[in-house]
């Protein structure tokens, strides 16, 4: 069974910081990876999706890297701004017709102006 | 990506009353998820509502429960049966686009009094 963490689960920088988000997974054997972003009582906005066979994915500021071999996954943000205050969540997504994902716990971001 | 609108937004219940929760999607996708997100928590995967047969439900979750409808390729409902304070919680449904990308609902947030 796939288990997913974030670290930190909270986290909270001054505005223009870089800053790198983490995700680990258990199960390798994965289809692909999202990240999503979600606002408080919002529902979830993709970000960035990385295929099995990908490495990374760029978006913007975002950029997202895929490890599958040691199950991990990271995000980095660039030049923080407080709009990028949200909770940010990893779901990896399994193989198979079904195409679950799975949710970390996320983190929690924080940009102080 | 898909645009998906849920109704109700929102919505207050009486203990032990049920509530029936609309998704519809602006293009046909096969496949279609309800996810349950708890206060403070992530998102946990309810089941693959599947256009033409029974939904498939996870581990903890049943039919008797959250009955789900999937008439067509566009639409599909989650009620919410009997339910208790403990079935306060964001309630979102979700659509698989190209490449397994995975798009979200805004979410409809139950309060059970």
């Known amino acids: 069974k796939q288990e997913v963490t974030q670290i930190p689960a909270a986290l909270s920088v001054p505005e223009g910081e870089n800053l790198v988000l983490n995700c680990s997974f258990t199960d390798s054997a994965i289809y692909n990876l999202q990240w999503f972003r979600q606002d408080p009582g919002k ?37 923080s701004q407080p709009g990028d205050s949200a909770t940010y969540l990893c779901a990896p997504g399994s193989r198979g017709s079904a195409s679950k994902i799975i949710f970390g716990s996320g983190t929690r971001l924080s940009i102080r102006p | 990506s898909a645009v998906i609108s849920q109704k109700p937004s929102r919505d207050i219940c009486q203990r032990g009353t049920s509530l029936t929760i609309q998704c519809q999607v602006d293009s046909q996708v096969t496949m279609m998820f309800w996810y349950r997100q708890q206060p403070g928590q992530s998102l946990t995967l309810i089941a693959t509502a599947n256009q033409g047969s029974e939904a498939t439900y996870e581990s903890g979750f049943v039919i008797d429960k959250f009955p789900i409808s999937r008439p067509n390729l566009t639409f599909s409902t989650l009620t919410v049966s009997n339910m208790s304070p403990e079935d306060s919680s964001i309630y979102l449904c979700s659509v698989t686009g190209r490449n397994n990308e995975q798009f979200f609902g805004p979410g409809t947030r139950l309060t059970v009094l």
Do not use: F, H, P, V
């Open chain 1, 43 to 79: 529902g979830l906005t993709s970000l960035l999706l990385i295929q099995s066979s990908q490495r990374e994915q760029t978006s913007g500021r975002l950029n997202a890297s895929l490890d599958k071999s040691s199950g991990r996954s990271t995000l980095y943000i660039a030049a």
